[in-house]
């Protein structure tokens, strides 16, 4: 079942500003960090429910190699995307979204 996926702003803006965060620290790192996140939505669109749910109806996806984990829920007709969020944050920040 593949569903279209949809990326919250404050997703959208984290992801955004990570990929800059990776980029100026070392130069193709941003761009490694954006196929790792791009991998693991591609894997979320084409198998919503692959992953486990963690919180009320929000499903965990973990970004291999980056501190990162992805954030979603199944909704009717789409995939909504509440964070792409580093690990070391406080969980409250994504936990309040949608």
């Known amino acids: 079942m593949s569903l279209p996926l949809i990326l919250l702003d404050e997703a959208r803006a984290e992801f955004d500003d990570s990929h800059d965060w990776y980029e100026a620290r070392q130069t193709g790192l941003g761009a490694r960090f954006d196929a790792a996140v791009n991998g693991v939505l591609a894997l979320i669109e084409k198998s919503p429910r692959r992953f486990p749910v963690v919180y009320k109806d929000v499903r965990r996806a973990i970004v291999p190699v980056f501190p990162f984990r992805i954030y979603y829920a199944v909704e009717a007709g789409h995939i909504l995307v509440t964070s792409v969020f580093h690990t070391s944050r ?8 949608r």
């Open 90 to 97: 406080d969980p409250a920040i994504w936990q309040g979204r």
